[in-house]
């Protein structure tokens, strides 16, 4: 399986971020969630939400309902958006394949490169 990121690098305070995971060598549809994390320095891996194979969303409670988790399953993709972003939203964004929820590590499942998100204030 592959997957990569894709959407604007840079983004200003207050707007939403919107990223596109591109899924190719896999069905969305079939088993597995569809992830998104992200990783800063000093912060770490923080898992921001997940849509499963049957359409369900799960979210980390953290983000405060600023996520959407979404997919079109004719493209075989699916989307995040984050709403109300700060300079704390900086991050190196990726999508994956994960058979977990949350996710805490990279090591397992499979993952995009990540893009880089530059929130300005």
């Known amino acids: 399986v592959q997957l990569q990121e894709s959407g604007p690098g840079l983004v200003q305070s207050s707007q939403t971020l919107s990223l596109t995971c591109t899924v190719s060598?896999?069905?969305?549809?079939?088993?597995?969630?569809w992830s998104w994390i992200r990783q800063s320095p000093g912060k770490g891996l923080e898992w921001l939400g997940a849509i499963g194979y049957t359409g369900s969303v799960y979210y980390n409670p953290s983000l405060k309902r600023r996520a959407s988790i979404s997919r079109d399953t004719s493209k075989n993709q699916f989307t995040l958006q984050l709403t109300a972003v700060t300079p704390e939203d900086t991050a190196v964004y990726s999508c994956g394949r994960a058979t977990q929820r949350p996710v805490t590590t990279t090591s397992r499942g499979s993952w995009g490169q990540g893009t880089q998100v530059t929130v300005s204030s």
């Open positions: 060598g896999a069905s969305i549809t079939t088993d597995y969630y």
